[in-house]
Structure formats: structure tokens, C-alpha cells
């Protein structure tokens, strides 16, 4: 088996770090994975994401997918852009606080969440990656949020640590969000 | 980044760029001198710390010129020591890199290629094959190139990098691309699998007790340069003896074998197992060693198959080498992006699909 992701958003969403810690979990689940960054001229208000490809069938991951499994977009420029990516089948996931709820293609899952509110009532904005990447991995149902938390612990330095409970505390929001909605 | 990245058994989750700093601080690294330039100065970023922290000589050169002449000095005295860098900034270490192969200096140079030529971009390439395997210096030498395709392969190469480095003294290049040098995977940091090579015959160590030693890069004669170029082109047959080195799959039945070395390597693996799912014989070769390039065993597969497709990021560079090796016995056809992330599966099955009339 084998399942990719794209997570993006502005430069300053945190997406490469939810993408890392995404990958962290599948490393510690002793799948095979591989994350790369978009790398261009990349700067804090502009569009960034990054794929993680995972596999348990024990080879090298190919790269450059033509179509993702699961796509986290955190902003209207990154919904748009990677619609058209969505496997057949596949979910995208959109930040409703900023993104259009428009579900113009009826071959996918779509999933809208206000990330950036529900951080904001957590008190902190910043958690908008870590909390997206709690709904994006309990929709994927590939990793489990003890992993995710092992995970977070794995990818903070030593001196963001005082942060781990907080951001513990989002992903454990996005994770147990109520997915009711989704059919 | 620094503190995890020790030596252990348990696999840690790190970009290219880092697992190839990390590695060469455990192959016994001794001097990194570099100048930063992206995609690839993360490697500069870790030595800055790790070097200063294990007491270990770091200069942050002020140019490339400068980092590559401070490698070649060190490296006279027999230490262990490299720079890294890449497309434009490489191309102005030429010519050290040419004394280095006349001089028999054992000199690892990473070169994480991007887009070119001239300044180009940042994107991933593998413009730079010809660069590192014919050379921009001047004169008949030859560096070993290692291209590594997995960011483990980062760590695996960088170590055997050194070693080839040392055992032949010879310039050795690990030729890795800007996605690698990007991209993260887990990888396990294993002890340095080499035995040290005794250089106390030839490294400038002064002279105290024993008749001084010169190393130049100057023959007098043209007897004398006749005589030492046979020498070191003896030693490339040897190094294409014993070193050549690569990862082959399913190519006894093939009627196409793909040949991909680096990132796009990758891509072109999971294309030939999707076209043997169809049904079609399709096999893949990888160098993992550009020189020495697997010439040899290319001829030999060119007896029997039809087909090679070269699947590059540039506008076709190794695909003379497999023409050389094939030598008309076979079909070469090139599959390239020339700048940017690798063909993707789809696009390669589809020419697949192509040169096999489906």
C-alpha cells in the first residue's frame, strides 16, 4: 500500500512542520516515508507545500506524484491550486476559515473544518498546522495520535519544548473533531 | 538538527543535506571549509556547529575558490577533508579540482546539483553530470562520482566517498541533486564500515627524522608527464575494476531496460514495476558509481535487449555514456525534464508504453 499527502498553505502556516511531524509518525510506524518541500524562492506570505509519500511495501517511495491521496489546504490559493490533484477517491481537506466551502468536483471526498478558528478559541493561531494535521490524520485513519504526540515530541527542539502540551492539546482537537459530517 | 543526529542504530527522520554532513562527520572528517550556496548549505549550517563542537577545523571560506584550495592543503597533509556546493559555485572550483587529480589528493567534494547553466535557478537538476564525470578542468583526469538516490544511500555514499577518496587518492565527488539534498527520510547512522588507509608514505607531516617530500602538480619533461599519466591512467582501470557499482532489476528478460542514476532513479523503479503489471518486459539499471560508469555490463545487456531509455534531469548527459557502451548494438532513447522534479511514473510508463508499440 501506498498513500501521499500534500499539505499547503501560506509560508508562515507551519506546513512544512506539520508535514514533518506527519512523516515522523509513519518513521515510528516503521513504514517507509519520504517528505520534500516545494523549493523555490519560497518567503512568509507566499504559497508553500510539501508531499509526504508513504508505503509499507518496503521499497524506495517514487516522487513527483501525478495525483495525491490526501491534500490539507490551508488557503484559498492552495485549495485552488490542488484540486485538480485530488486522486479520484481522494480527500481534500480545507481550512473553512479561510477557504471558499465550494464543492465543484464530485469524484472526491471534500472535508471543510475551520482550523484557523478553532486554534484561535485554543488561544493560539500558530496551532493551525498542528491542529489540521489532527483532522487530516484521523480522516486517513494511517496513524494513531499517541503516534502523532511521540511524533511532535520527536520533530520540537529542545528549546520549543515548552510548547509540546499546547500543541499536543490541537492536535488532539483536530483529531477527535466530529467527522459526522463527512458521508 | 544537531543534537539527534549521533551515531545509532535507531532510525532518525533527516534531510539529505544533513544526513550527508552528519555522515562525513563520522567518517573521521577532520576539515570542512565551504561557502553556502542552495540548495545545499544546510551541509555548511551543521559543520559550523558539529565541527566547532568536536574541536575539529571549520572555515567558512570567503569564496569558493578559497574553500577548495583550503581542502586541497589539508588534504596534502593526509587529513580527511571536503567542501560542498553546487551548479555555478562548483564550476568555479574547476580548476583545484584538476590539480587535486594531478597532485593525488584525496579530496571529497558534495556537489548538490540545481538549475543551470550560468546562475539558472534553484530547482533540483542533474545538469551537472558532465561536470563532475569529465570535468571542467583542464587535462586527462578523472574523478570518482558516487550518486546516491535515497537519502540512506546520502549517508552510505558519503562514507564510502572518503574511503575510494583515500584508498586511491583521488579526487571523489558525491553528485546528489536539490531534491535529495531537500527531501527527508529515516535513516540509521551506522559506524563507518572502512578501515583507515595508511598514508605515512606520501602525506606532508614535516620532516623531522626523514628526507622532505614535495607534492606539485608539475612534470619538466614531457618524458616525465608521458610516464606519470600512464601511472594515473593505470590507476582509473584499476578504480574501474574493482569500484564500478550498481543496483540492476529484472533486465534478464527485458526488451527495455531504463537507465536512471539520483533522484529520477527512483520514479523510473516504480515505472517498471507498473509496466511489468502490464505485462511488459521492462527492466531498470541504476549506476550508483557515475565513474566508474557500469560501461561494461551496459554492453553486456545490449546484446540481448532491445531498448534503453535514459531518464535524466537535464537535456540528455548520461545517455552518451550508455551510447558509448552500447555501442549501436541497441536502441538509446532519452526520457528528460530539463530542470525540476524528476519525470513522474505516469510520464515514464506512458514513453514506455511508446517505444514498445502498446
Request: charged share 25%; hydrophobic share 40%; with cysteine.
Amino acid at each position: 500500500m501506498e498513500k501521499n499527502f500534500i499539505i499547503a498553505g501560506f509560508g508562515g502556516q507551519g506546513v512544512l512542520l506539520a508535514g514533518e511531524v506527519l512523516a515522523n509518525a509513519f518513521m515510528l510506524d516503521d513504514k517507509n516515508v519520504t517528505w520534500y518541500p516545494s523549493y523555490g524562492a519560497e518567503m512568509r506570505g507566499g504559497t508553500v507545500n510539501c508531499e509526504i509519500v508513504m508505503n509499507d511495501s518496503g521499497d524506495v517511495s517514487s516522487v513527483n506524484k501525478a495525483e495525491t491521496d490526501f491534500i490539507l489546504a490551508l488557503n484559498q490559493a492552495s485549495f485552488d491550486r490542488f484540486l485538480p490533484k485530488v486522486k479520484k477517491g481522494g480527500w481534500m481537506i480545507a481550512n473553512s476559515t479561510l477557504v471558499e466551502e465550494k464543492k465543484s468536483r464530485d469524484d472526491i471526498n471534500y472535508f471543510f473544518v475551520p482550523v484557523t478558528k478553532l486554534a484561535d478559541e485554543l488561544g493560539n493561531s500558530k496551532m493551525t498546522n498542528i491542529l489540521s494535521l489532527g483532522v487530516l490524520a484521523k480522516i486517513s485513519k494511517l496513524t494513531s495520535l499517541d503516534t502523532l504526540e511521540k511524533a511532535l515530541d520527536n520533530v520540537l527542539p529542545a528549546h520549543r519544548k515548552n510548547l509540546l502540551p499546547l500543541n499536543c492539546k490541537a492536535l488532539k482537537i483536530g483529531y477527535e473533531y466530529d467527522l459526522s459530517a463527512v458521508k | 538538527m544537531t543534537e539527534c543526529l549521533t551515531k545509532t542504530s535507531k532510525k532518525v527522520l533527516t534531510k539529505g543535506n544533513y544526513a550527508i554532513a552528519n555522515a562525513a562527520v563520522l567518517a573521521g572528517c577532520e576539515c570542512y571549509f565551504g561557502y553556502p550556496i542552495t540548495p545545499q548549505s544546510e551541509i555548511g549550517e551543521f559543520m559550523s556547529g558539529k565541527m566547532q563542537e568536536l574541536k575539529r577545523a571549520y572555515v567558512s571560506a570567503e569564496s569558493e575558490l578559497a574553500a577548495i584550495n583550503m581542502v586541497l592543503g589539508a588534504c596534502a597533509t593526509g587529513a580527511k577533508a571536503m567542501t560542498s556546493s553546487s551548479s555555478c559555485a562548483v564550476a568555479l572550483m574547476q580548476e583545484a579540482l584538476s590539480y587535486a587529480a594531478s597532485d593525488e589528493l584525496p579530496i571529497v567534494l558534495v556537489s548538490v546539483m540545481r538549475g543551470g547553466p550560468g546562475l539558472g535557478n534553484i530547482y533540483p537538476s542533474q545538469g551537472d553530470y558532465n561536470q563532475a564525470t569529465i570535468g571542467g578542468g583542464n587535462g586527462d583526469y578523472k574523478m570518482i562520482v558516487l550518486a546516491p538516490a535515497t537519502v540512506q544511500e546520502c549517508v552510505d555514499l558519503t562514507y564510502k566517498a572518503f574511503y575510494l577518496a583515500h584508498k586511491y587518492k583521488n579526487p571523489t565527488v558525491l553528485l546528489a541533486d536539490g531534491l535529495l539534498g531537500q527531501m527527508m527520510e529515516p535513516v540509521e547512522f551506522k559506524e563507518y564500515p572502512y578501515p583507515e588507509v595508511d598514508n605515512s608514505d606520501w602525506a606532508l607531516t614535516g620532516a623531522k627524522n626523514r628526507p622532505g617530500r614535495i607534492i606539485r602538480s608539475y612534470a619538466p619533461s614531457a618524458d616525465n608527464q608521458c610516464e606519470f599519466l600512464n601511472k594515473l591512467h593505470a590507476k582509473y582501470k584499476l578504480i574501474e575494476e574493482n569500484e564500478t557499482e550498481w543496483e540492476e532489476i529484472n533486465t534478464e528478460d527485458a526488451d527495455i531496460i531504463l537507465v536512471s542514476f539520483g533522484s529520477p532513479a527512483r520514479n523510473a523503479k516504480s515505472a517498471m514495476k507498473e509496466c511489468r503489471k502490464l505485462g511488459l518486459k521492462v527492466g531498470l539499471l541504476r549506476p550508483i558509481t557515475l565513474f566508474p560508469f557500469p560501461s561494461k555490463r551496459i554492453a553486456e545487456l545490449a546484446e540481448k535487449t532491445k531498448k534503453f531509455i535514459s531518464v535524466e534531469i537535464n537535456m540528455g548527459q548520461m545517455i552518451r555514456d550508455i551510447k558509448l557502451a552500447v555501442n549501436g548494438k541497441a536502441q538509446v532513447e532519452l526520457l528528460n525534464r530539463p530542470v525540476g522534479n524528476p519525470p513522474s511514473v505516469e510520464e515514464i510508463v506512458e514513453k514506455i508504453k511508446k517505444e514498445s508499440g502498446v
